[in-house]
């Protein structure tokens, strides 16, 4: 418990700060509490949640210079692509000097946004297209799909480099994964039901019933994805997604509102319970069905 209590107390300083010395003080006590709870005493929960408020830092520094420079004319595109720099630059030296995971994932996934932005602004350059993601939707899902991907790559490069997860490398790939696990998924879908976007460009995944069973099915193999890596991140990312679906086919049932969502909790919370509660035996179903030189790769079965 006394990470716990630090990182309490972490948080009422910064809300007590923030309110009365807004960002001037803020950043020298995020520093100050980081160099003396995470450089010396090397505590870990509150290694996450200084990190988490200096990114916030970074975030409403980055939106007020924005907003000055720009003002209100400024492009999303362009403006996700210069705050995914602000995070990059300024996450590399706090990372150099604490070497926290959650801060390596972050740049790392910071690189990514700007390489995903960077691309939808070239390409608004080339085809002359105003927003490039409404107009090319197609072409928009592909390349956030490849973004994931390439992002999920390098997960599994930092996973396979720790098999027995006894270094940093370890806890990089953890967070690394819980933000590669939903972009991949949600590529996916909107790359798969493009079809039944709206007139607001928004998608209904799971609309109709066969909808409903497809995105079932990518949850599930999601799911034994992580059983594979024994990464838990893909199968917390599809949750809501699952709870969509199965909401859907109930409704398709015309089961009343409040039997249907109450169903789709229960179901939901079976699901995650079984999968949780059973993970070592599930796994050993999933990996044993791999070559013996991939089994080699992966975390050992418990």
């Known amino acids: 418990f006394h990470d716990i209590l630090i990182t309490i107390g972490i948080c009422i300083v910064m809300a007590g700060l923030w309110g009365i ?47 000055a420079l720009y003002g209100p004319d400024l492009e999303p595109v362009l403006g996700a692509c210069l705050m995914a720099l602000a995070f990059a630059v300024m996450l590399l030296p706090f990372y150099s000097r604490y070497r926290i995971p959650l801060a390596l994932s972050l740049w790392i ?28 939707p ?3 899902s592909a390349i956030s799909l490849v973004s994931a991907l390439i992002l999920f790559g390098v997960a599994m490069a930092y996973d396979l480099s720790d098999r027995f997860r006894v270094t940093r490398r370890s806890d990089v790939a953890f967070w690394l994964h819980l933000a590669a696990a939903p972009a991949l998924l949600y590529a996916i879908l909107a790359f798969m039901f493009l079809r039944d976007s709206n007139s607001d460009g928004i998608l209904d995944l799971g609309k109709r019933s066969p909808d409903a069973v497809v995105v079932v099915f990518m949850v599930a193999v999601f799911m034994v994805i992580g059983l594979i890596i024994d990464r838990r991140a893909f199968v ?11 909401a859907s086919v109930l409704r398709e049932m015309k089961a009343a509102p409040e039997t249907y969502i109450f169903s789709t ?36 079965v418990r």
């Open 265 to 300: 909790l229960l179901i939901v919370g079976l699901v995650v319970l079984t999968i949780g509660t059973g993970w070592p035996y599930f796994r050993r179903l999933a990996v044993g069905a791999l070559p013996a030189a991939l089994k080699h790769k992966l975390p050992p």
């Open 109 to 136: 996934a910071s690189l990514s946004c700007m390489l995903l932005s960077g691309v939808f602004l070239l390409l608004t350059q080339v085809t002359g297209e105003p927003d490039i993601i409404t107009a090319r």
């Open 21 to 67: 010395g807004s960002l001037i003080v803020a950043l020298p006590a995020i520093l100050v509490l980081t160099e003396i709870l995470v450089k010396q005493q090397r505590l870990a929960l509150p290694a996450v949640v200084l990190t988490l408020f200096y990114c916030f830092w970074v975030f409403v520094i980055g939106t007020a210079g924005l907003d």
């Open 138 to 140: 197609m072409l928009s």
């Open 236 to 246: 917390t990312s599809g949750l809501v997604s699952l709870g969509l679906a199965t």
